[in-house]
């Protein structure tokens, strides 16, 4: 198994430009999750989705971002337009029904 | 408003001793606590978890205890080994899997040779 792989691992970008983060689930699993590293607040859930429905994005910190789950193997995030504070790690992680998530490697942003 | 804390950012510990690492929560309706370790570059990986009708959960060098009136967690790692250096995150949830999962914002261990 291949794990849940997110796409890229880092990414700069200029203020003001959208930026779009991937995230390939484990076949199988049918929920999946935003989450967002830094130093000041740890690891923030985002959104997460049940069988490719949003349940909860109350993470979701302000308009710019949206996440799509247009199938049960694909999910992105996207900033628009993103600002400096942005720039953070990005998890994504999936899970079965009652079982542990499993998460990716992550995507490094940098918002110049 | 932090309902998973982690109070000590880091703790730095002999090989070979035991590491007790701790967590509090808040929330009443936490029942199911998870502890996730997470190395630099890498995304977070499973460790351990323990539902609330439990109160000790054991896997090799790693056991969680659960205090639910005091609402506090910890984990043991005994032996430690210096593979064991990483982040550790206590999360918790109000059911039994991933939906609604809260992260505690980490505890970094140091084994020293």
């Known amino acids: 198994d291949a794990g849940v792989i997110q796409s890229p691992r880092h990414e700069v970008t200029e203020m003001g430009q959208e930026v779009t983060l991937r995230c390939k689930p484990i076949s199988g699993h049918n929920s999946l999750f935003w989450y967002r590293q830094t130093m000041m607040r740890g690891l923030e859930l985002l959104i997460y989705?049940?069988?490719?429905?949003?349940?909860?994005d109350s993470g979701m910190p302000e308009d710019r971002f949206s996440a799509k789950m247009p199938n049960a193997s694909f999910s992105t995030l996207k900033i628009q337009p993103s600002e400096p504070r942005d720039s953070a790690v990005y998890f994504c992680?999936?899970?079965?029904?009652?079982?542990?998530?499993?998460f990716g490697q992550g995507t490094r942003l940098t918002v110049v | 408003d932090q309902q998973v804390k982690q109070n000590s950012p880091s703790l730095s510990v002999q090989e070979g001793r035991i590491s007790i690492l701790n967590c509090d929560y808040t929330n009443s309706m936490f029942d199911y606590f998870l502890w996730y370790k997470k190395y630099p570059a890498e995304g977070p990986t499973f460790l351990i978890s323990?539902?609330?009708?439990?109160d000790k959960n054991e896997d090799g060098r790693f056991t969680v205890f659960l205090n639910k009136s005091a609402k506090h967690l910890s984990l043991h790692i005994v032996p430690s080994q210096p593979g064991d250096s990483a982040v550790y995150f206590c999360?918790?949830?109000?059911?039994?899997?991933?939906?609604?999962?809260?992260f505690g914002k980490g505890t970094h261990l140091i084994i020293q040779p």
């Open positions: 323990i539902s609330s009708i439990k």
């Open positions: 989705f049940n069988n490719n429905v949003p349940i909860d």
């Open positions: 992680a999936s899970s079965r029904t009652n079982t542990e998530a499993f």
């Open positions: 999360a918790a949830s109000p059911g039994g899997g991933a939906d609604g999962l809260t």
